[in-house]
């Protein structure tokens, strides 16, 4: 069973240029979930999504961010307009099921650089 | 979300045991208490989690008090290859009584196994 994929691992991005980062979840996992990683930061919650829905996006910044999960293909996150702040690793996880005991398995994340 | 200590950093010989605590005061009687490690340019990985007894899987064990307060993950004999982050994580329902797997990540202890 393949674990989450992301991709592209490495992206570069000039200022005012839009980033798309995908996330494939584990085979059969419905839950997805991206966290940032700011250089020297710990890892921080951004969005909860089902297929289709967006469950919690408490933590998300409030302008030029989305994501979406259809119910065919991979995750999205896109970040619009993009500056130098929004450098960082994004992580994306998958769980099976939503319960205070289950797993979420981690991709090896998308580093994100604007120049 | 129960609000956790740990010490900043950790070292440890290789072959030896390492004892990682986690203070979680907070934590409330529904959390289960989560380990996550992050190695070296990688995305989380989940260690073990455990609620009210002792836990032990193939990667390490769990210790939890008794009344909950602090619990700690045992790595029986450290290897290079254990030098991460580790991130203690309560975790359970949230205040509306819909349970779903946000982490909230804290700074968690950086070891280091020496060789």
């Known amino acids: 069973n393949a674990g989450v994929m992301q991709n592209p691992r490495h992206l570069v991005r000039r200022r005012g240029q839009e980033a798309r980062l995908r996330c494939s979840p584990m085979?059969?996992?419905?839950?997805v979930y991206w966290y940032r990683q700011l250089p020297e930061e710990g890892l921080k919650f951004m969005v909860y999504l089902q297929k289709e829905n967006i469950i919690d996006e408490s933590g998300m910044p409030k302008e030029r961010f989305s994501a979406e999960f259809p119910k065919e293909g991979p995750s999205i996150l896109r970040i619009q307009q993009v500056v130098r702040g929004d450098s960082a690793a994004y992580f994306c996880?998958?769980?099976?099921?939503?319960?205070?005991?289950?797993?979420?398995?981690f991709g090896p994340g998308t580093r994100l650089t604007v120049l | 979300d129960a609000k956790t200590t740990q010490p900043n950093s950790m070292e440890s010989n290789e072959e030896e045991p390492v004892h990682l605590p986690c203070n979680h005061s907070t934590i409330s009687g529904t959390d289960y208490i989560h380990w996550y490690r992050q190695l070296p340019s990688q995305g989380p990985e989940y260690v073990i989690h455990g609620l009210t007894s002792n836990v032990n899987n193939r990667m390490a064990s769990l210790a939890i008090a008794e009344d909950r307060k602090s619990s700690t993950l045992i790595l029986h004999r450290a290897t290079l290859r254990d030098a991460a982050v580790y991130y203690c994580?309560?975790?359970?329902?949230?205040?509306?009584?819909?349970?779903?797997?946000?982490?909230?990540f804290g700074q968690g202890t950086i070891l280091t196994v020496h060789p």
């Open positions: 085979k059969g996992h419905s839950h």
């Open positions: 994580i309560p975790g359970g329902l949230n205040a509306g009584g819909t349970s779903y797997g946000k982490l909230t």
């Open positions: 996880a998958s769980s099976l099921l939503i319960t205070n005991t289950d797993t979420q398995y």
